[in-house]
């Protein structure tokens, strides 16, 4: 007997219900905050940012206007050497290498690995005199293999600067993604896991002198006492959106859980179909602790499939227009990725956030089966 699922539609991600399903809350703080007139570098912020840095463990937390840009006050508070190489995976937005080159650095892509993650193997291979240090990127959520990569940093006296943008609460070996190097940074865009109503970012470090560096640039280079004591930006997280995001983070570990939940399923209802590729289960292993930020598979005729989810009502999106950054021709890179080429050729990411349900993976999950006779 054959089992025809109902028709859906079920959007990649859900703004609006996303909005509604707590709108009492945010029209609250935004009468809050707007009839106190709070709107830059106010309580709100402060208070967000202190409760972010108890969250990870780190001494500071410093909200900007986005992670693109905490990205670039980052490598500048790190003291990056103009001509300096830094070797990143080209599986990443073009924002993780831009933030080097703005800062006057030498952006080095190399592979990533069946996780989708920065291979530390190409990352050794890549290494040459002129480089100075490494910036692994916790993509969909996940955090890479960091006893591997601070194992190559050490040996050869390079150092780390993360972009986790995709991974807050993300962990391995019990340490979370961020707190790896010399500094790390958040991205709170609409659709992450924190997601705010618009841009906004921010950079995490245990280092009170970069702290305070990324505190001068975030700020037009102006010090506690008003004082221009250097140039800087103006990338500031606003206080009304901190305050947003203040909210959401009491009830982050929910959050999690639920994408935890939802991963499960679909490892379970899809880990047999042999044309696909998934990301490691939620309790793949005891090393990492993965917070779903995205669910991005490998699938074989991935845009055949595409179609037919799409005709199924589901919502599917291939990552950065479907390109890894060495393949953008205007960046003329000159390098040959082929596992990262294949990849981009197989990806394809599902439904993943708090407005999908068990019932939507089982919708999606039985239209995948179907598609490839499963």
Aim: hydrophobic letters at 45%; one cysteine or more.
């Amino acid at each position: 007997m054959t089992v025809t699922a109902p028709a859906r539609t079920i959007p990649f991600f859900n703004y609006k219900t996303a909005f509604a399903a707590r709108e009492n809350e945010y029209v609250a703080i935004f009468r809050d905050v707007l009839r106190r007139g709070a709107f830059i570098q106010q309580k709100d912020l402060a208070e967000f940012e202190k409760h972010l840095a108890d969250y990870i463990g780190v001494r500071h937390a410093i909200g900007v206007g986005n992670a693109t840009d905490g990205l670039l006050m980052a490598w500048k508070a790190v003291g990056l050497e103009p001509g300096a190489e830094v070797i990143f995976p080209s599986h990443t937005m073009v924002a993780s290498p831009a933030s080097v080159a703005h800062a006057g650095g030498v952006p080095v892509p190399v592979e990533c690995g069946p996780d989708h993650l920065i291979d530390p193997d190409a990352i050794e291979a890549a290494i040459t005199d002129r480089t100075r240090a490494i910036m692994p990127v916790q993509l969909n959520g996940r955090t890479a293999d960091m006893d591997r990569i601070m194992d190559i940093a050490k040996r050869r006296d390079l150092f780390l600067v993360e972009d986790s943008a995709q991974a807050l609460g993300s962990q391995f070996g019990g340490r979370f993604a961020g707190t790896f190097g010399r500094a790390g940074v958040f991205s709170f865009y609409p659709a992450k896991v924190l997601g705010c109503f618009g841009d906004g970012g921010a950079v995490v470090t245990n280092d009170d002198t970069i702290a305070e560096r990324v505190l001068l640039l975030r700020d037009h280079g102006r010090n506690s006492q008003g004082d221009v004591v250097q140039w800087g930006f103006n990338s500031r997280l606003d206080n009304l959106q901190a305050a947003i995001l203040d909210l959401q983070l009491r009830d982050y570990a929910d959050v999690i859980r639920h994408r935890r939940t939802l991963a499960g399923a679909y490892d379970e209802l899809l880990g047999n179909v042999a044309e696909l590729a998934l990301p490691p289960g939620p309790e793949a292993d005891s090393v990492h602790f993965d917070i779903y930020q995205n669910y991005e598979i490998e699938a074989t005729d991935r845009d055949g499939l595409r179609t037919h989810l799409s005709a199924a009502g589901v919502g599917t999106i291939i990552q950065w227009g479907g390109k890894a950054v060495h393949q953008f021709a205007g960046l003329h890179f000159r390098v040959s990725l082929p596992k990262t080429d294949r990849m981009f050729q197989r990806c394809l990411m599902l439904p993943m956030n708090m407005t999908v349900t068990l019932d939507d993976v089982e919708y999606i999950a039985l239209h995948i089966r179907k598609f490839y006779g499963a």
